[in-house]
């Protein structure tokens, strides 16, 4: 018995490649498991709650194209204007009372 285990640590596959194997073999195994994990609680977030997911979904409410070409129909899609939104490293708020101001000033 000792002489056997003695064999094997003199045996560079048995000391070196086995453990390896092990570990790259176990590795996979552990990393699919882990990212199972990461799905699932994912699945369980994107639940959504009945009463929106009614609205949403187009099956149960579906869209009449007439009825949405007639709200199109209404807007004034001729007068506009292009308004700017805030540059990252600008103030939000002040850049939107500054477009208050300039929007009062203007009419």
Same mark, same amino acid.
């Given at each position: 018995?000792?002489?056997?285990?003695?064999?094997?640590?003199?045996?560079?596959?048995?000391?070196?490649?086995?453990?390896?194997?092990?570990?790259?073999?176990?590795?996979?195994?552990?990393?699919?498991?882990?990212?199972?994990? @990461?799905? #699932?609680? +994912? &699945?369980?977030?994107?639940? *959504?709650?009945?009463?929106? /997911?009614? @609205?949403? #979904?187009? +099956? &149960?409410?579906?869209?009449? *194209?007439?009825?949405?070409? /007639?709200?199109?129909?209404?807007?004034?899609?001729?007068?506009?204007?292009?308004?700017?939104?805030?540059?990252?490293?600008?103030?939000?708020?002040?850049?939107?009372?500054?477009?208050?101001?300039?929007?009062?000033?203007?009419?």
């Amino acid at each position: 018995m000792k002489s056997w285990f003695r064999v094997l640590q003199k045996n560079k596959t048995a000391r070196y490649g086995i453990p390896m194997l092990v570990l790259v073999i176990g590795g996979s195994f552990g990393l699919r498991e882990f990212a199972q994990i @990461r799905y #699932d609680v +994912q &699945k369980i977030r994107k639940k *959504l709650d009945p009463a929106l /997911e009614a @609205r949403i #979904d187009a +099956q &149960k409410q579906p869209v009449i *194209l007439e009825e949405e070409y /007639e709200k199109l129909q209404k807007l004034n899609i001729e007068d506009w204007t292009n308004v700017r939104g805030p540059r990252p490293w600008e103030d939000s708020r002040q850049y939107q009372e500054q477009q208050r101001a300039q929007q009062g000033k203007g009419l």
